[in-house]
DNA sequence: ATAAACCTTGGAGTTTAATCTAAGGTCAAG
DNA sequence: CTTGACCTTAGATTAAACTCCAAGGTTTAT
């Protein structure tokens, strides 16, 4: 079990933010103790540790309780209605994943191509560097021959 | 050329959204009309697509305007410079990468096992999937040998 | 030449997600 | 038995990212 203290330190966040969470129902601790301090247990860790990491990867906090309230009313919600939720979420991040790739391209490409030195960065440009990876990709579906050549998804 | 009324259909945003964007040194016009009128060309078009991408994904404006100024001062940086933030931003990409990558598993695992029918959605959870997915992950891992049970991260 | 549909600016208001403040209760250590 | 680090609540404040409003100028179609 932990005080609010104790998990807030575990993800470094502060308290508040975890009374704000449990204010607006995506996550209360599933305890008190006697005195009225909130007591979090693994659960709750875990429930906290899948908050942090889809707000991370740009889901707002309602878009959050969403995939939470699966879990929530599991046996009020019929599994026809889980499985849209889930789908439409799956293509949600889906996208965001193909953005993503996109951007590690780039980016690891614009590395690549900086000579990393003292030197003026006249070529640098991270919308250079997408739309060369653009341009790559059109290349590569005409040149796919090369592709023993550094093979990138 | 674009009017800001055009770029703003273009993209699905509003007009205040460009002009924020300009308040906020993210993007500039490249020129204006006699009457004052802001003009948008093809490069501001493709700089703003950039912008909502990165957003999309869950960058900040702050964060997009680091990408960005790798553009905007190009000859007034060291490459050395350049690399160090490409390499900064890159490495935030591919923990979001992996992040993601974890979300779209348990997702695709949870509509999979989801009967999607009319019946109760007992057993639909992301956190259960999430947990599951990770089960899965160590139980390839230890496949051959059972001789440790419960390893968790 | 005048309405409708655009655009300009400055500034105010909204939403989301915290973060802080005040006034007080709890608990372990000295 | 008090000091200091923790906790409680309600409510105010902040920051980021828009979003709207008022008062007026511009363009285009009738």
Redesign the pocket.
Known sequence: M???????ALYD????????????GLLS?SS???????LYNQDDSERLKF?LRA?AVG??????ADLLSIEVDKSNRACADVKALVDTKLEQVEAKLAELQHFATSLKSLSNTCCGGPDSAEHCSILEALESSDKHIIAKQEHHHFSHLGHKD
Request: net charge positive; aromatic share 14%.
């Open positions: 932990y005080r609010i203290g104790e998990l807030s966040i502060k308290a508040d933010t975890l009374r704000f969470y449990e204010k607006h601790p008190r103790s006697d005195s009225g301090y909130r908050i707000k889901f707002s906090l309602n878009d959050i």
